[in-house]
């Protein structure tokens, strides 16, 4: 167990409709990064955030977006969802948004159907 | 763009056999972690390694990072079953404060 918690596990929507995803970070840890696996794929950055601040972006799209609360736990907003968007959503943490090591829950497998 | 080239892409070996993966780039990472990832699980991470010609075992496991911090290596000694998996790599480049990951080396090791 990683101590990084999301949910929902899994997640079946139709196109066109919009869905978030929640993570909880390990405990003290205040950056979290959000990823996507499309099938056998390699992970793809989304976003990150440190201490509710956006801190990098990668390849993320318009219709999606992300927020940090104050108690550092995360949302992923996907809109306008298309049978693309299809994949497993990966959350992450560390401790600072720099060289330290991230942990990684278990996903959200999010098909579109 | 940073990037970062993992070959070979698939590996299908024998219990007992040797292998290693290549992790390559052409940008300097500050560090470099490699992590390991089951079907429908997250990745695991198996080290980091910081320092330009670093080498850490891991019990099989062998990792190195280039003299150049550009390029690392993962060599298991006698693989078991129990190492299939997909294996990524990820540079962190301290300034852009987030994980390049590795296009992934699935190992299948069978008895």
């Known amino acids: 167990d990683s101590g990084v918690t999301q949910t929902p596990k899994h997640l079946i929507t139709a196109t066109g409709q919009r869905v978030t995803l929640r993570c909880s970070p390990r405990?003290?840890?205040?950056?979290v990064y959000w990823y996507q696996q499309s099938l056998d794929q390699g992970l793809q950055f989304l976003i990150q955030?440190?201490?509710?601040?956006?801190?990098a972006k990668g390849n993320i799209l318009e219709r999606f977006s992300a927020q940090q609360f104050p108690d550092l736990h995360s949302e992923l907003n996907l809109s306008s969802l298309e049978l693309g968007d299809s994949a497993l959503y990966f959350c992450?943490?560390?401790?600072?948004?720099?060289?330290?090591?991230?942990?990684f829950g278990q996903g959200t497998r999010l098909t579109v159907v | 763009t940073q990037l970062l080239e993992q070959s070979p892409q698939f590996l299908s070996i024998q219990e007992g056999e040797n292998l290693t993966v290549y992790c390559n780039s052409s940008?300097?990472?500050?560090?470099l972690q490699w992590y390991r990832q089951e079907p429908g699980e997250g990745p695991v991470l198996l080290v980091t390694?910081?320092?330009?010609?670093e080498v850490k075992k891991l019990k099989r496991l062998t990792f190195q990072f280039g003299d150049a911090r550009k390029d690392s290596s993962l060599h298991i000694t006698a693989a078991q079953p129990g190492d299939t998996g997909l294996y990524l790599c990820?540079?962190?480049?301290?300034?852009?404060?987030?994980?390049?990951f590795g296009t992934g080396t699935r190992l299948q090791v069978t008895l």
């Open positions: 990820a540079g962190a480049d301290g300034t852009a404060s987030k994980l390049t």
């Open positions: 992450a943490s560390s401790k600072t948004g720099g060289n330290t090591e991230a942990f």
């Open positions: 390694v910081v320092t330009g010609g």
């Open positions: 405990s003290g840890d205040l950056s």
């Open positions: 940008s300097v990472f500050s560090s």
């Open positions: 955030y440190y201490n509710g601040e956006e801190r």
